[in-house]
């Protein structure tokens, strides 16, 4: 599986950005994906994933996220997005999408085999 994220830029806080994730590969459909982002000087952290076919499409979102943040997958497509609202200077990060072979969503980095480049997301004050 090949991951591309784009969709990062500038924006001010209260404001939102999609993010989108294009995957390549033929077990898109059934690979659980997630969502991570490291600020500077800042360990990478999980803060959304979303199962793979056959496991009801669950979603998870860490507290730092959760409320704003909704993580939605197209297999048609082979994307996944990120939708965040309600951005604010800490939210300011370079952020990565991952899969993993398996269907249960994860946020572990560990736990993650496929790793995109990251898009940068500024969040100004």
């Known amino acids: 599986v090949q991951l591309q994220a784009f969709g990062g830029g500038l924006v001010q806080a209260g404001g939102s950005l999609r993010l989108s994730c294009a995957a390549s590969?033929?077990?898109?459909?059934?690979?659980?994906m997630a969502w991570f982002r490291q600020a500077p000087g800042k360990e990478r952290e999980g803060i959304s994933c979303?199962?793979?076919?056959?496991?009801?499409?669950?979603?998870r979102y860490s507290a730092s996220v959760k409320g704003r943040f909704t993580i939605s997958r197209d297999v048609g497509e082979n994307t996944v997005y990120l939708q965040m609202n309600s951005l604010n200077p800490e939210d300011t990060a370079v952020y990565y999408c991952?899969?993993?072979?398996?269907?249960?969503?994860?946020?572990?980095?560990?736990?993650?085999?496929?790793w995109g480049k990251g898009t940068e997301v500024t969040v100004s004050s």
């Open positions: 991952a899969s993993r072979s398996q269907k249960d969503c994860s946020l572990y980095r560990y736990r993650m085999h496929y």
């Open positions: 590969g033929r077990t898109f459909s059934s690979a659980a």
């Open positions: 979303i199962s793979g076919s056959g496991s009801a499409g669950t979603t």
